[in-house]
């Protein structure tokens, strides 16, 4: 259902937080381009949430006064709280997504297209949601700004990088893929398990006391264990369970291709954590660094374990060298359908490496 004024079934109006939102993201521009000029340090992350938080309260008034000058009943301070909200989300936040990503119940989104947006939930049904945007147009900007502002670094999406993957702020992953399909298309997979243990798991019936047991003992005897599964199976999630098995002490090095895992997120389980993050070329060419560098980059960071997210390609013969050379009690997860399938994949996986990569460095081929 949809009313009139300055909200919406979705929360504030579309129209009216992008006009506003326009109105604060120039202002923090010109401040921003001021200090640059006058010399000054920029500011932190969270001063510019801060100072965009009054400039959010001056257009807002702004807004007020315009609408009474025209004669029209402005937004009540509930609607006001409303539409800055819903502003704020789309300069920090994720936009139209904020309201289904904060569902508790909310386990997938799917999105094709802007206003065909598939909602999985908890219990296994799926909705048919209420449009994320306005356009493909727009949904795509809002993709490209997740992307220039989460993560380590910037990452492109455009039609010379169509494909993008990244883990949003509440610890979602997205994949991202747009020109090589009719409309942008966009799927969300929630994290609901963040901080998860493997009692977690035997309390939710996901694995018996038994197989617990032995997982837990096979981690704490600094066994290799690599997690396989199909798509959306729980590979992340037991990934996670295992790790927070580690004993505190421990050192740990995880190389991911999107940031995900969010140990470094829990220092109380893992004080000592380092979180390696692909980074793709820009579009020259120039300035990527692959999983098979950050692997090898991880064994030189004195690491008492290296945890790689997800293998899908050449690093596997970098890690299989890691865990051949003293670095026991490796994590990692592939996606394969049964424990004979996982050496298919490794094998795969080694056969395609680049041979250049092999020229260069003869003894790990």
Known sequence: MTTTGPVTGLGADPQLVRMLRAQVADRLNQQRRS???????????????????????????????????????????????????????ALFGVGRLQPLLQDPEVENIDINGCDRVFVGYADGHEELADPVADSDEELVEL???????????????????????????????????????????????????????LEDLVGNGTITPELASFLRAAVRARKNVMIAGSTNSGKTTLLRALANEIPPVERLITVERALELGLDQFEDLHPNVVAFEERLPNSEGLGGVSMAELVRRSLRQNPSR????????????????????????????????????????????????????????????
């Open 35 to 89: 200090d640059e000029v006058l010399g000054r340090a920029a500011m932190s992350p969270e001063d510019e949430r801060q100072f965009a938080r009054s400039l959010i309260v001056q257009v807002l008034e702004d807004h007020a006064r315009a609408e009474i000058t025209l004669g029209r009943t402005p937004p009540t301070a509930d609607e006001e709280e409303v539409v800055a909200a819903a502003i704020h989300a």
């Open 143 to 197: 993709i490209q700004i997740l992307a220039a502002s989460v993560g380590l670094a910037s990452r492109p999406f455009d039609t010379a990088n169509p494909q993008l993957d990244l883990r949003l702020p509440d610890g979602s992953r997205l994949s991202a893929v747009m020109s090589v399909c009719a409309r942008p298309s966009v799927s969300i997979r929630r994290s609901r398990l963040g901080r998860v243990g």
């Open 306 to 365: 290296v945890i790689v997210g997800e293998v899908l390609g050449d690093e596997i013969v970098t890690m299989l060298n890691a865990m051949s050379q003293g670095n026991d009690g490796s994590l990692s997860t592939i996606h394969a359908n049964s424990s004979m399938e996982v050496f298919n994949r490794i094998a795969t996986y080694a056969l395609h490496r680049p041979r250049s990569t092999c020229r260069s460095r003869p003894r790990t081929c």
